[in-house]
């Protein structure tokens, strides 16, 4: 009886311990700061993967996330969201956390700002 008692403790630490890391995790995939667009004179060209640049797809340019990785952008003015997919380094100035593609920018209504606040998480590959 004090074995199996045992084993069900430790086998609630081990689940409290993921789930604590799981959090810890999923709070690093989390991100606020600065977003901007792309120029319109990128149309075409190409980016940090090897695709061209589309300004009706909804993609991203961000300094560290990998290539094909998934984000839900939400612009924090007026809570609007787009899930976009990372498939350029950038942005190069410093106070930017994200470029975004003139489509995303376009779904969260951000165009007439030219740059404004949002919330990344990472949803996937």
Not at 19 to 36: F, L, M, P, R, Y
Not at 41 to 60: M, N, W
Not at 97 to 120: F, N, P, R, W, Y
């Amino acid at each position: 009886m004090k074995q199996l008692n045992k084993s069900l403790w430790l086998c609630l630490i081990a689940l409290l311990a993921f789930g604590i890391s799981t959090q810890a995790a999923a709070k690093q995939h989390v991100q606020e700061g600065e977003a901007s667009y792309y120029a319109n004179k990128f149309q075409g060209k190409k980016t940090a993967s090897g695709e061209l640049y589309d300004k009706k797809a909804l993609t991203a340019a961000h300094r560290k996330l990998a290539f094909g990785t998934k984000v839900k952008v939400t612009y924090l003015k007026n809570g609007k969201s787009v899930v976009v997919k990372i498939n350029d380094r950038g942005p190069y100035a410093k106070s930017r956390l994200i470029d975004l593609s003139h489509a995303a920018a376009q779904k969260i209504e951000m165009l007439d700002d030219g740059h404004g606040k949002v919330k990344l998480e990472v949803i996937g590959k």
